[in-house]
């Protein structure tokens, strides 16, 4: 696909709903059942303070076209800061022409910016696009497991703390 001219920029307050709907497509390209995500959570963990996530919007002029999502965590192993990019999206007419490598740009600048020597990437098994991106522009896939203790299990294993 040819260049595209965009933008990237920090997203802000007005971008809320804009920017739930392609979270919403990039937990949906990822396999993500239930893809869908409210506006009033982005308002609330985007625009907070503190705010839990920093994100990013690509724009083509005044016509958003990608975002990214990221959040700090911290690498116990480095004893480090590191940041976690947990969403990447970029529309289809949009796809291959740089937009997805200038938010992994702008995602590495703030990496940099809080001390991060590393960023985490997260992409669901099944994303076979998003996986060629990220080996192509050098990230390493881990061969680590995650495990994921739902609702239900942290309520009882909550409750042996009390």
Not at 55 to 69: F, R, S, V
């Amino acid at each position: 696909m040819d260049s595209v001219a965009y933008s990237v920029r920090r997203a802000q307050l007005r971008d809320a709903e804009t920017l739930a709907r392609m979270l919403g497509h990039a937990r949906r390209d990822d396999g993500v059942e239930q893809w869908e995500f409210e506006v009033e959570q982005v308002r609330l963990h985007a625009f907070s303070a503190p705010a839990k996530f920093d994100a990013w919007i690509a724009l083509a002029g005044d016509a958003p076209i990608g975002c990214a999502a990221a959040h700090r965590g911290f690498d116990m192993r480095q004893a480090r800061p590191t940041l976690v990019l947990s969403a990447l999206f970029v529309d289809d007419s949009a796809r291959g022409s740089g937009v997805a490598r200038g938010l992994l740009s702008a995602a590495a600048a703030r990496a940099l910016e809080i001390g991060a020597r590393q960023v985490t990437i997260t992409a669901g098994m099944s994303n076979a696009a998003a996986r060629r991106f990220l080996s192509g522009m050098g990230a390493q896939e881990q061969q680590t497991a995650a495990y994921l203790l739902g609702f239900d299990h942290l309520e009882w294993l909550a409750q042996e703390s009390q």
